[in-house]
Protein backbone atom coordinates (compact mmCIF):
# COMPACT_ATOMS: atom_id res chain seq x y z
CA UNK A 1 0.00 0.00 0.00
CA UNK A 2 1.26 3.51 -1.14
CA UNK A 3 0.97 6.67 1.27
CA UNK A 4 0.11 10.18 -0.67
CA UNK A 5 1.03 13.15 0.21
CA UNK A 6 -2.17 14.41 -0.16
CA UNK A 7 -3.23 11.14 2.85
CA UNK A 8 -0.63 12.31 4.69
CA UNK A 9 -1.61 15.83 5.01
CA UNK A 10 -5.45 14.54 5.29
CA UNK A 11 -4.29 12.62 8.36
CA UNK A 12 -2.58 15.33 9.92
CA UNK A 13 -5.74 17.49 9.39
CA UNK A 14 -7.71 14.69 10.75
CA UNK A 15 -5.21 14.50 14.17
CA UNK A 16 -5.24 18.35 14.26
CA UNK A 17 -1.23 18.17 13.78
CA UNK A 18 0.52 21.05 11.46
CA UNK A 19 3.10 19.88 9.68
CA UNK A 20 6.09 21.98 8.29
CA UNK A 21 7.12 21.18 4.53
CA UNK A 22 10.39 19.76 5.66
CA UNK A 23 8.67 17.20 7.95
CA UNK A 24 5.83 15.90 5.18
CA UNK A 25 8.28 13.74 3.45
CA UNK A 26 9.83 11.89 7.26
CA UNK A 27 5.94 11.28 7.61
CA UNK A 28 5.40 9.67 4.57
CA UNK A 29 8.37 7.47 5.10
CA UNK A 30 7.66 6.59 8.48
CA UNK A 31 3.93 5.76 7.76
CA UNK A 32 4.76 4.02 4.69
CA UNK A 33 7.13 1.31 7.27
CA UNK A 34 4.40 1.06 9.69
CA UNK A 35 2.27 -0.08 6.91
CA UNK A 36 4.62 -2.14 5.12
CA UNK A 37 5.16 -3.79 8.46
CA UNK A 38 1.71 -4.55 9.20
CA UNK A 39 1.04 -6.18 5.64
CA UNK A 40 4.36 -8.17 6.68
CA UNK A 41 2.55 -9.41 10.13
CA UNK A 42 -1.12 -9.86 8.51
CA UNK A 43 0.31 -12.45 6.00
CA UNK A 44 2.07 -14.07 8.46
CA UNK A 45 1.55 -17.83 7.85
CA UNK A 46 -0.31 -19.03 10.78
CA UNK A 47 -2.38 -22.28 10.07
CA UNK A 48 -0.38 -24.61 12.20
CA UNK A 49 -0.18 -22.63 14.93
CA UNK A 50 -1.87 -23.31 18.11
CA UNK A 51 -4.27 -20.51 19.29
CA UNK A 52 -2.87 -18.59 22.05
CA UNK A 53 -4.88 -15.74 23.91
CA UNK A 54 -1.83 -14.90 26.21
CA UNK A 55 1.79 -16.09 27.27
CA UNK A 56 0.09 -16.28 30.97
CA UNK A 57 -3.20 -16.89 33.31
CA UNK A 58 -3.08 -13.54 34.95
CA UNK A 59 -6.61 -11.84 35.01
CA UNK A 60 -7.63 -8.04 35.84
CA UNK A 61 -8.65 -7.91 39.29
CA UNK A 62 -11.14 -5.16 39.80
CA UNK A 63 -12.57 -3.91 42.89
CA UNK A 64 -15.92 -2.78 43.99
CA UNK A 65 -16.16 1.38 42.65
CA UNK A 66 -17.26 2.60 45.95
CA UNK A 67 -17.64 6.47 46.88
CA UNK A 68 -15.44 7.69 49.92
CA UNK A 69 -15.43 10.95 51.56
CA UNK A 70 -12.81 12.80 51.97
CA UNK A 71 -12.77 15.30 55.10
CA UNK A 72 -10.05 17.48 54.79
CA UNK A 73 -10.30 19.26 51.28
CA UNK A 74 -8.73 22.68 52.31
CA UNK A 75 -5.33 20.24 52.35
CA UNK A 76 -6.04 18.57 49.59
CA UNK A 77 -6.95 22.07 47.27
CA UNK A 78 -4.55 23.48 49.03
CA UNK A 79 -1.56 23.22 46.38
CA UNK A 80 -3.74 23.43 43.36
CA UNK A 81 -2.83 26.25 41.17
CA UNK A 82 -6.18 27.68 40.77
CA UNK A 83 -9.42 26.01 42.32
CA UNK A 84 -13.05 27.08 42.39
CA UNK A 85 -16.62 26.00 44.48
CA UNK A 86 -14.10 23.45 46.59
CA UNK A 87 -12.53 21.71 43.26
CA UNK A 88 -9.34 21.93 41.05
CA UNK A 89 -10.05 24.31 38.09
CA UNK A 90 -8.43 23.05 35.35
CA UNK A 91 -7.36 24.70 31.43
CA UNK A 92 -9.87 23.84 28.96
CA UNK A 93 -8.25 21.26 26.79
CA UNK A 94 -10.86 20.74 23.80
CA UNK A 95 -11.50 22.99 21.11
Known amino acids: ?4 R ?5 IANLAD ?3 EEN ?12 LNFANIVNNA ?5 NVTIGANE ?3 VFRKDEVKIFEDNASLLQN ?6 NMFKIPKVIN
Not at 6 to 10: K, V
Not at 28 to 33: D, F, I, N
Open 23 to 34: EIDTYLTHLQEI
Open 6 to 10: EEILH
Open 45 to 49: PVDDL
Open 17 to 19: LYL
Open 1 to 4: MKVS
Open 58 to 60: NKN
Open 80 to 85: APSKEQ
